[in-house]
């Protein structure tokens, strides 16, 4: 299964104003068409100069709105449909042109006067040379915008068409769609601090060989995004993984579950709720040795140790800092049984028993199906995308955090 189509069924309205990045929006129009949404694109007259209205209806799939008074005049979408009838308004890329008019309730053309009829969430992402953008002009025009109440997706640093280099290019897609599918969350988790550990750690044995496991870090990662999408401050605490840290969250990278445990520790009672997802290492070596092993003087008994329990530590200290938590179990058999011990025995608020027995779930994959414990008892989740599980697990932490006042 691909990304969760988070976009489905949404009305999204693009107006696209006269910049060179007009050329970028277009793939961000393509991705919100792919996923599920209903896009409408609305053109500047200059922005028409840049990229033709009929790239946009290709990759929309709907015909592209230039003109305000042909609109009407063909009994088309209005002005103020646009707005009301949208989910939300992102333009893309804005102008200092366009930016100036909003800030100062100029109507001219059909975007501005969507924009100022809208009822949806109005979203800029200013694109210009970076001289226009540090204009005091500019910057106050913004500062404007924001009051206003319209959201900003601030620009990127970087070459920029006109050969110079600095703050104004339009950011990437990914960060962008973050910022969107904020606009679009309900911010049930606003004001509360989340730290998530994700990932495997690793257990060195010499410099070049290590302990580990399976884990990905697929599903804490998506627990971080959804969580920051849904207005939390986000601490990642990561093992080894090759995913990119999602937009808006700190993350800190660990090797070892001693370093884990350290970062964890430290950290713990400054958070409203702790999610640990992260495949931690039971054992490691007793000893680890400074040279690398050769094959011909390797013992074949390899002495270990249990690392430090790291969710037993929270339980024992949950009651203490005021903080919810949850845990992960994965279980090959009898998970539900292994679920049941392990929210008694380690003092969780929530578990999630993770069957990493079928090929759908579990590690490594991109789907998930889980079964929630609490003290009301037993929740079989479907089979889904780790994207859309997180947020059904977000849903019940969300409803964990009303019942206990935290």
């Not at 100022?116 to 953008?133: D, E, H, K, R």
């Not at 960060?175 to 509360?192: F, H, I, S, V």
Request: aromatic share 4%; hydrophobic share 45%; with cysteine.
């Amino acid at each position: 299964m691909n990304m969760d189509c988070s976009f489905s069924g949404k009305k999204v309205v693009v107006g696209v104003t006269g910049s060179i990045a007009a050329f970028k929006v277009a793939g961000w129009v393509s991705a919100l068409t792919k996923e599920g949404a209903e896009v409408k694109v609305v053109m500047t007259p200059a922005a028409c100069r840049f990229v033709t209205p009929l790239t946009y209806a290709a990759l929309s799939g709907n015909p592209v709105l230039t003109d305000m008074f042909a609109a009407e005049e063909a009994h088309a979408i209005s002005h103020v449909q646009l707005g009301q009838e949208a989910d939300i308004l992102l333009i893309a890329p804005a102008t200092a042109n366009t930016i100036a008019k909003i800030a100062h309730g100029l109507a001219d053309d059909l975007l501005s006067t969507s924009v100022l009829a809208a009822t949806c969430p109005v979203i800029f992402a200013p694109a210009m040379n970076s001289q226009m953008l540090a204009n005091p002009a500019t910057q106050r025009n913004l500062e404007r915008v924001k009051g206003l109440g319209y959201g900003i997706i601030e620009p990127d640093s970087g070459k920029m068409a006109c050969k110079t280099e600095g703050p104004g290019r339009l950011p990437e897609w990914c960060d962008a769609r973050e910022q969107l599918l904020a606009a679009l969350t309900k911010q049930d988790l606003l004001g509360k601090k989340i730290l998530v550990t994700a990932g495997p750690t690793r257990e060195a044995l010499d410099p070049a060989r290590f302990l580990s496991n399976r884990s990905s870090g697929k599903m804490g990662y998506a627990l971080a995004r959804a969580a920051k999408r849904r207005g939390a401050e986000v601490l990642l605490v990561s093992g080894p993984t090759a995913l990119a840290t999602p937009f808006g969250v700190k993350r800190i990278d660990i090797q070892t579950a001693a370093e884990m445990n350290a970062v964890v520790m430290e950290a713990c009672g400054r958070q409203s709720v702790i999610i640990k997802s992260a495949a931690v290492s039971d054992f490691c070596p007793e000893r680890i040795e400074s040279e690398k092993v050769k094959k011909d003087t390797a013992q074949f008994v390899l002495p270990l140790k249990q690392t430090p329990d790291i969710l037993a530590q929270l339980g024992q200290r949950k009651e203490k800092e005021h903080f919810l938590l949850v845990g992960f179990a994965a279980e090959s058999r009898d998970h539900r049984a292994a679920g049941e011990k392990k929210l008694s025995q380690k003092n969780l608020d929530l578990i999630a028993i993770n069957d990493i027995s079928g090929e759908d779930t579990g590690f490594e994959t991109d789907t998930n199906q889980v079964t929630l414990l609490d003290k009301n008892g037993f929740t079989d989740l479907p089979l889904t995308s780790k994207e859309a599980t997180a947020n059904l697990i977000l849903d019940r932490v969300a409803t964990l955090l009303i019942d206990t006042n935290n």
